[in-house]
Nanobody
Framework: QLQLVESGGGLVQPGGSLRLSCVVS????????IGWFRQAPEKRREAVSC????????LYADSVKGRFTTSRDNAKNTAYLQMNSLKPEDTGIYYC?????????????????WGQGTQVTVSS
């Protein structure tokens, strides 16, 4: 059974940092691209970034460039989203998703498997 499980969310003050983890099981992480998405209340789910084993990290949301980075540890079957200098507008549910048949892309419908999400709240 293919599964992705996010963790690492929580409440953080503006300017703080969080590292989200996405542990995958049932498939080999090396063969998949991992996308990170977020959804704020009453807003559409948006692509934040994508990480591939061959091409590294791609950031899609202009608002996170220079603050967020992605990485992976294939041996641990885990992908990461490092978020620095967090702002209140970064608040939302963050999801990781796996993509197999194509290169990284921002469309959520392109991804094959999804995690359940982890809540990130940036507030003083």
């Amino acid at each position: 059974q293919l599964q992705l499980v996010e963790s690492g969310g929580g409440l953080v003050q503006p300017g703080g940092s969080l590292r989200l983890s996405c542990v995958v099981s049932g498939f080999t992480l090396r063969n998949y691209k991992i996308g990170w998405f977020r959804q704020a209340p009453e807003k559409r789910r948006e692509a934040v970034s994508c990480n591939s084993d061959s091409h590294g990290s791609t950031l899609y949301a202009d608002s996170v460039k220079g603050r967020f980075t992605t990485s992976r540890d294939n041996a641990k079957n885990t992908a990461y989203l490092q978020m620095n200098s967090l702002k209140p507008e970064d608040t939302g549910i963050y999801y990781c998703a796996a993509l197999y048949y194509s290169d990284c892309r921002p469309g959520k419908d392109d991804y094959d498997y999804w995690g359940q999400g982890t809540q990130v709240t940036v507030s003083s």
